[in-house]
């Protein structure tokens, strides 16, 4: 453990692949792979998507467990008849609101910091609600999190002080127009980071979210020259702020966290699954409030009115005999059994899922491949659409191992060196390692570890006991199967898909 004063940072580098990184394109991240930890089996949380990995990274608790289960969220609270986008910051204050402060359902990282006189700064390029969920009490005088998009120009930070001066120094972020690429964004949020948050707040914790190649990947396809270059930008962007810290004498004291909130995948086909549902007669319309959807891209979340048995079988025995059907949740059907309880359904509760408050009713995830894009890059998945229109070059959300699988490095003072570790690891674990870097040992209600083996102070990193299990589920002609991966009582999801029969 650490003996000295520490400073942690958390670049999170919005849907950067593993093998993204490489030593023509990302040279920087790939000098701190090939000196530090290079964990080659990093973990998103699912449903694999940004939002619920911003609040697993901001709390070390698992979707079920901080109520933030995907980039739509049902609240009857707030909206009866529809889903939100969590990616505005102002539909997540409206659920703060509703439920009493209760954004997220647990204490957060900089709440855990502050009770010990210690500071953590969010400083994001990403939405404004992926912003916050980094630091989701900052609005209420916890901690300092920036994000240029809030209030453009009028608000950009929390607290007011911090927006004020970011504001002076700096002036207002530059526009997000929609176009292939946010360069400028992650540029002007970047030079805040190094000009003001590092010098003159000196936080304990920074998490730092680069909201490329998220953004340029969605809209050109994972692996395309211009997202590429996006990435180069990013890389450069990290090596100033590497700089900046050595600049203030703090890089012998640093530890470093390089993760990506998921991986991404090539989207072959879009699939309007309200509209299947209303054909079917399932579903009354697309605004009824007796199934109402919440998408993920790559997964839906089904919530049914009155939680009724009979509807949510009928649905997913339909959703089951099409070929757009994927693997399905539902409740488990007891403590430890990996059913659901809809036949040929797995357990919410083994995908960390399950939440009596917030919870679905039904998860549906797409069949995946692993064919590779017309860039050479593997992975393949259908994804949600409505009213007929056209999916996203690329995405995430799903269950397939190329959105599971998120970069996951570190990097400094208190880890090994030259160091790959096969164990499973997770943005889950992000937090319990930080305070134990910290020299913090309360971590009472974290799901995630303390990753121990990537400690210079730690055991043998290939002594760490992995248990790996494959479920299986059947009902009529359908088949699916689920694998986890278990260390120390913690379990990770691996990967789940449709069984031929």
């Not at 640093?254 to 998921?262: I, N």
């Not at 999916?391 to 799903?398: F, V, W, Y």
């Not at 674990?429 to 971590?443: F, N």
């Amino acid at each position: 453990m650490p003996s000295g004063k520490r400073f942690v940072i958390v670049f999170v580098v919005d849907g950067l692949r593993p093998d993204g990184v490489t030593a023509e394109n990302t040279p920087t991240l790939f000098r701190l792979k090939t000196e530090g930890v290079n964990f080659r089996n990093g973990h998103a949380v699912f449903p694999t998507v940004t939002r619920v990995n911003a609040a697993a990274l901001a709390t070390g608790t698992q979707p079920g467990t901080n109520g933030i289960l995907g980039n739509q969220l049902y609240a009857p609270a707030v909206d009866p008849h529809r889903a939100f986008d969590t990616g505005d910051y102002r539909n997540l204050l409206a659920l703060d609101r509703a439920t009493g402060g209760r954004l997220v359902l647990v204490p957060t990282l900089a709440e855990r910091l502050a009770a010990r006189g210690l500071r953590l700064a969010a400083v994001s390029s990403g939405s404004t609600g992926s912003a916050l969920l980094t630091n989701p009490r900052a609005v209420a005088g916890v901690g300092v999190l920036i994000n240029g998009y809030f209030d453009p120009g009028r608000t950009v930070a929390w607290p007011a002080s911090v927006s004020e001066a970011v504001l002076a120094k700096f002036g207002p972020a530059p526009a997000k127009t929609g176009g292939d690429r946010y360069d400028a964004s992650v540029m002007w949020t970047q030079r805040v980071l190094r000009e003001y948050v590092l010098p003159e707040l000196q936080p304990a914790v920074v998490i730092n979210w680069l909201t490329e190649p998220d953004h340029s990947q969605h809209h050109l396809g994972v692996g395309a020259p211009s997202t590429r270059e996006a990435l180069r930008n990013d890389d450069g962007e990290i090596e100033r702020v590497l700089a900046t810290l050595d600049e203030l004498g703090l890089l012998g004291s640093t530890d470093v966290f390089v993760v990506s909130d998921h991986g991404f995948t090539t989207n072959t086909a879009g699939v309007d699954v309200a509209r299947a549902l209303i054909d079917a007669g399932l579903k009354t319309a697309s605004d009824s409030p007796d199934v109402v959807l919440a998408s993920s891209g790559q997964a839906i979340a089904l919530h049914v009115e009155g939680r009724d048995a009979d509807r949510l079988a009928r649905i997913a025995r339909f959703i089951q005999s099409r070929d757009w059907g994927g693997v399905l949740f539902t409740a488990g059907r007891a403590p430890g059994d990996p059913r659901g309880v809809v036949e040929g359904t797995f357990s919410l509760e083994l995908i960390h899922v399950a939440n009596d408050e917030r919870g679905p009713d039904l998860m549906v995830t797409f069949p995946w491949s692993s064919t590779p894009n017309a860039f050479g890059v593997p992975g393949s998945d259908l994804a949600n659409v409505s009213r007929g229109g056209a999916p996203l070059a690329s995405d995430h959300g799903s269950m397939s191992p190329w959105n599971v699988r998120n970069t996951f490095l570190a990097w400094g003072v208190d880890f090994k060196t030259r160091t790959v570790i096969d164990a499973p690891a997770g943005n889950v674990d992000v937090t319990p390692t930080i305070l134990a870097l910290l020299g913090i040992a309360e971590r009472d209600g974290l799901d995630g570890r303390v990753l121990t083996e990537a400690l210079a102070s730690g055991g043998d990193a290939g002594q760490v006991a992995v248990e790996t299990r494959v479920h299986t589920v059947d009902a009529g002609a359908y088949a699916a199967a689920l694998q986890v991966s278990v260390v120390d009582g913690h379990r990770y999801v691996d990967k789940s898909w449709r069984l031929a029969r």
